[in-house]
Nanobody, 126 residues
Framework: QVQLVESGGGLVQAGGSLRLSCVAS??????????MGWFRQAPGKERTFVSA????????YYADSVKGRFTISRDNAKNTVTLQMNSLKPEDTAVYYC?????????????????WGQGTQVTVSS
């Protein structure tokens, strides 16, 4: 009912920046409010929460590991969410996934999200 298309991944040197974007569409998404967020998964590691924002933008949360470096934003007119990543570190290397929770309350748990994108690779070199 919701389709997600991600873009913006790539290779960057430590200290550099990347901007990830995700476009959501679908009948359910157009009818209900939603939370849009980002998760990431490094090779051999569990998928972890990065950031999320509610439909209204009144609630935003960042994982401690990215606070002060990453910024999440959304444009409801375009059904998009963006993750601006600055001061990137090698430990940020992972596949980044866009996710949607069809609801109004912000969650930071993978199990609470209903739809997922295919992921985009971010590689940060030393």
């Amino acid at each position: 009912q919701v389709q997600l298309v991600e873009s913006g991944g790539g290779l960057v040197q430590a200290g550099g920046s990347l901007r990830l974007s995700c476009v959501a569409s679908g009948r359910t998404f157009s009818r209900y409010a939603s939370v849009m967020g980002w998760f990431r998964q490094a090779p051999g590691k569990e998928r972890t929460f990065v950031s999320a924002v509610t439909w209204s933008g009144n609630s935003i949360y960042y994982a401690d590991s990215v606070k002060g470096r990453f910024t999440i934003s959304r444009d409801n007119a375009k059904n998009t969410v963006t993750l601006q990543m600055n001061s990137l570190k090698p430990e940020d290397t992972a596949v980044y996934y866009c996710a949607v929770d069809v609801g109004t309350i912000l969650h930071m748990h993978e199990s609470d999200y209903d739809y997922w994108g295919q992921g985009t690779q971010v590689t940060v070199s030393s």
